[in-house]
């Protein structure tokens, strides 16, 4: 058995190899648009500030997402009964701005199985990297208008007065659905983070 | 085969409240993280292949506006491997590093060293059938940092990966062998187990060196995964 090659903190100089959006000369791998013509789902925008244990906004943090289409099919190479039918990669990847914010332009995912086959809350995977965070940190966001929060086999292992900073805010901005998923790393409202 | 990924591996990594680098102060949660099950969500991960690498992405000494960049020329080859030490193929590897004068290309950055317009510093790279990957780049130089009093970053080249799942991803740092600067920064020192600091350092490697051109580094890389019925030994 072999160990892991050890984490590192991404540092603050991350962007221009890793979100150069158009701002430096480097071809993007991943954006926050994961919008394709032929994904399955209803069109969101995901948004949200990263602060720090001061809930000063983080300016130099990256967050990523990993998601099922709206019909709850995982972008895999074969296996696990998903289907990779469209050219939806699942996944996306944005710098924070100088307030702190990112943002995604999505789909809502559909719902997918837990291990036990029962379905799970439909959800995204989020990884957060950040100047001064040596090891990145994994959490999830739900969605405040899904009934089915109520019975996720994730979120009830999670303290139900800490379960609201997993769940993301519906709003309506010029007759366009956003979700605010704010992540505060430390302090009053701190976001759960998972142990995976 | 089914990959499972054993939570006792993770023990390597920092603990993100490492004091002696300052920033983690007010960017680590202080509430306990909470253990969940792997899901269909974590068992999987974003897939880019062959179609994501353009040709000379891996040789970051190809990128220049008029020529190539200032610096020691290196080969900068490795394996990808998961925790059976078994290859990693289609692993998808990014880095990014400063130029020989120690400067990052990024609005942000003030230190007073030139840029070099031969040399923007990021790569990418896909993991061949054997978890192996190859970079020509140059090697990086030292810079100084705020964190404490005449504090420098020993050289180092940022990596990030993608394995076989969202939970296999990888943001890491590789430094040169031999590096004063090692033994007064905290962030290699946050990983405090003396071995696994030790595989983030990469080594001279003369068989790959090519006569008359360039010096050889060879940086192994370990990513989270086992094989869930291992074979009996």
Redo the contacts between chains.
Sequence with gaps: ??????????????????T?NG?????D??TGNLITPDVAGDRIRIEGVVS???G?P?PDAMI?I???DGQGR????GG?G?T?NTSF???GRSPTDPKGLFWFDTVKPGA????DGKP?AP?I?V?V?????????YT?LYFADEAANASD??LK??PAD?RDTLIAKKETRGGKTVYRFDIR???EG??????? | MSIV?P?D??K?????A?AG?K?????????P????????????????GHD?I?PG?EDLTAHGKTGEPLGERIVLHGYV?????RPVPDA?V???QTNAAGR??????KHPAPLDPNF???G?ALTDKDGHYKFVTIKPGAYPWGNHHNAWRPAHI?F?LFGRS??S?????MYFPGDPLLEYDP??Q??T?L???A??ICSFDLDNTVPEWALAYRFD????G?DATPMEH
């Design positions: 058995m072999s160990g892991l090659t050890p984490s590192q903190t991404v540092g603050p100089w991350f962007a221009y190899g890793l150069p701002q430096y000369d480097w071809s791998l991943a720090d244990g001061d000063a983080m990523e990993w998601q099922a995982l972008p895999v190479r696990n998903a990779p990669k699942g996944f997918i199985a837990a291990p799970q959800h995977l990884a990297f950040a100047r001064g965070l040596l090891t990145h940190l999830r086999p994730i292992l999670v800490r790393i430390q302090g701190e976001t759960v983070f998972f142990d995976v | 990924y939570i591996s993770m390597v990594h920092p603990s993100r490492f680098y920033s983690t102060a007010k960017r680590h949660p202080v509430k993280l909470i253990i969940v099950p792997h899901t269909m969500s974590e068992l999987t991960g974003p897939v880019y994501a353009r992405d491997l998961d925790e059976d030490a998808l990014e880095i990014w990052y290309i990024h609005v942000g950055e923007t510093g990021a990418r940022h990030s969202f939970l991803r990888l943001v890491t740092q962030i290699s946050s990983v187990d071995k696994a600091r595989r983030m890389i370990v990513l989270r086992r």
